[in-house]
């Protein structure tokens, strides 16, 4: 991840993995088979559970996660770059002849307890989890034989860290199992899909280099077609120069993208509670990470436009999720408890935020006629003017989610309405940082 232009390397084209992989068995029913265009790639329905799901966590770790200093690009920084900042960090640390290599064997992930990550993901109310299987630099989370001695089976922790997880998450909880890969260096992913089954492919770092190169289409065919996670796996659109925003399942646009208005394609706002990377930072200070104000205000903003939250945190060297991580997932589901129904299985509506007062965003489930309004600002008033919803009298009915008492509202002028919010104390509001308010039979 990172803002970072991708670096090029010209690699020798590999064995196409697609002729090793005989394909599952097919089912009594099968639907079309998709060709290796993206005409027919791009034809797939999206899986539903994705957009259902609304809220995931990405999970940025590895042998960067050791120097845990500025950014997951510490080695191109360092050593393709040479920025002041990293090359004085390492001279002011390090022996002058250590080389990034040195750093897999300090990865111990010595602490790393799957489950009890796999407990804390449950706990944001997130529905499905990314981990970085690989990241630009090539280091495996599994004993790859491609990467001899640089994985995390040979070197490090000595453990298959992504088996660990996905056994944890897929026994412990109701999250889907996902895997960023980083193409740059190799072609494909599909030993990942065949071995650890998961239902979020996240494609990055094509290096510069187009579809073509990495034969993206054809893998994706496979994935598809005849992968054993045909049926139920997404992708994103990262999959070649020129494919981002463009081509693929869902699309992620850039990283951090948040476009404040209705897209027509599903679409996800990957981002970082660090406002700086997507790795720990030893040096991190606490105004660098977002408040949980600031994440809710992502979420629905998000959510509200049609896309799904995919919020990252990045563990350190010896597995641990550090408190300020904790916190955050922790206070996401306990908002999530209260206001989880305007966020899960919600669907956009005709306006995605409020004309007359600002912070107030909606989603709807049209076949409950339900609308809501989910609101950052608690009036001083106790009032809350709507612009968009249209009431009936005697039809429309207005609770506080977590409160759940009927509520009053008058129709304004010309239109909108204003609605009487209860009046609470600190201690007897639902939540903290953000409040629902759901009304049935608006238009």
Not at 56 to 72: A, D, R, Y
Not at 209 to 228: C, E, K, R, V
Not at 253 to 263: A, E, K, Q, T, V
């Amino acid at each position: 991840m990172g803002s970072a232009e991708r670096p090029r390397r010209s690699l020798p084209p590999l064995l196409l993995l697609l002729l090793l992989s005989p394909p599952s068995p097919c089912p009594a029913r099968r639907a079309a088979r998709f060709d290796p265009t993206w005409e027919s790639l791009d034809a797939r329905p999206l899986p539903a559970w994705f957009d259902q799901a609304k809220f995931g966590i990405f999970i940025h770790w590895g042998v960067f996660s050791v120097p845990s200093f500025g950014s997951e690009w510490f080695w191109w920084y360092w050593q393709k770059e040479k920025r002041p900042m990293f090359v004085n960090f390492m001279k002011d640390n390090y022996p002058p002849d250590f080389k990034y290599e040195d750093f897999g064997p300090l990865f111990t992930a010595k602490f790393f307890n799957a489950n009890q990550w796999a407990d804390l993901f449950q706990a944001s109310g997130a529905k499905y989890v990314v981990l970085t299987s690989k990241h630009h630099e090539g280091f495996t989370l599994w004993g790859s034989e491609y990467s001899w001695n640089w994985n995390a089976v040979d070197e490090g922790p000595k453990r298959d860290i992504v088996r660990e997880l996905e056994v944890a998450i897929r026994n412990r909880t109701d999250l889907r199992f996902g895997l960023y890969y980083s193409l740059f260096e190799w072609f494909h992913p599909l030993f990942l899909v065949s071995k650890y089954r998961p239902e979020v492919l996240w494609s990055d770092g094509d290096g510069g280099a187009p579809d073509s190169y990495w034969n993206s289409t054809g893998f994706l065919a496979w994935l598809y077609n005849d992968s054993p996670v045909r049926d139920t796996v997404v992708t994103n659109d990262r999959w070649g120069a020129g494919s981002i925003c463009k081509h693929g399942g869902y699309y992620t646009c850039s990283d951090r993208y948040n476009p404040g208005h209705l897209l027509p394609h599903k679409w996800e706002n990957c981002m970082t509670i660090d406002k700086f990377s997507w790795g720990y930072r030893r040096n991190a200070r606490i105004s660098d990470y977002l408040t949980i104000e600031e994440l809710v205000k992502q979420l629905v903003e998000t959510v509200s436009c049609g896309g799904n939250l995919l919020m990252n945190i990045g563990p350190t060297l010896d597995g641990t999720i550090s408190a300020i991580f904790e916190e955050r997932l922790r206070q996401m589901g306990a908002w999530l408890k209260v206001n989880g129904e305007a966020i899960y299985d919600s669907h956009t509506w005709r306006s995605q935020n409020d004309t007359i007062t600002p912070n107030v965003w909606y989603t709807s489930k049209p076949k409950q006629n339900l609308v809501y309004a989910i609101f950052l600002e608690w009036p001083t008033s106790g009032l809350l003017i709507l612009g968009q919803p249209n009431a009936t009298l005697g039809a429309t009915k207005i609770k506080l989610l977590g409160h759940g008492q009927p509520l009053n509202w008058i129709s304004s002028e010309q239109k909108g309405i204003t609605v009487e919010l209860p009046q609470l104390t600190v201690h007897q509001m639902p939540c903290k940082w953000g409040w629902t308010l759901a009304l049935t039979n608006v238009i």
